[in-house]
């Protein structure tokens, strides 16, 4: 596949070489320069990357603040888009009591990548009721 379309070659290897960074670099200072390095490499390949680059450009602050701590937001975001397809699917539902009580089994079929029990769950919707004033 790569003899006949070399370009593929091309985006298949700068993307591994990023993950490289994102798994290597040991810290911010690092990782911007490895980066910067990276993007050059990127721009000078002969492929249009101006709609990556322009993303990276605009979020480049939160992108090189994962290598303060190596933390992201993956399991925030996933949580809150489990909460916005349950949403989806539960159109009618008539109270916030209904929400939660499906949130709550839809977690519960996810405990193993979760690691919460129910009970903490249930403590964490019973003071998110307590924030939202839902019930």
Request: aromatic letters at 10%.
């Amino acid at each position: 596949m790569f003899q006949k379309l070399p370009g593929l070659r091309v985006i298949h290897d700068l993307r591994w070489n990023l993950t490289g960074i994102f798994d290597s670099a040991p810290d911010r200072d690092t990782a911007e320069a490895e980066i910067a390095a990276w993007r050059a490499e990127a721009e000078n390949s002969g492929l249009d990357w101006s709609k990556f680059l322009g993303l990276y450009y605009r979020h480049s602050d939160g992108i090189l603040a994962y290598f303060a701590r190596r933390e992201s937001s993956g399991p925030v975001e996933g949580l809150n888009n489990k909460a916005r397809v349950i949403l989806k699917r539960s159109y009618g539902l008539k109270s916030c009591e209904t929400l939660w009580t499906r949130l709550i089994l839809d977690l519960n079929r996810a405990k193993e990548i979760v690691l919460y029990t129910i009970r903490q769950i249930r403590e964490l919707v019973r003071g998110l009721r307590a924030i939202f004033a839902c019930t």
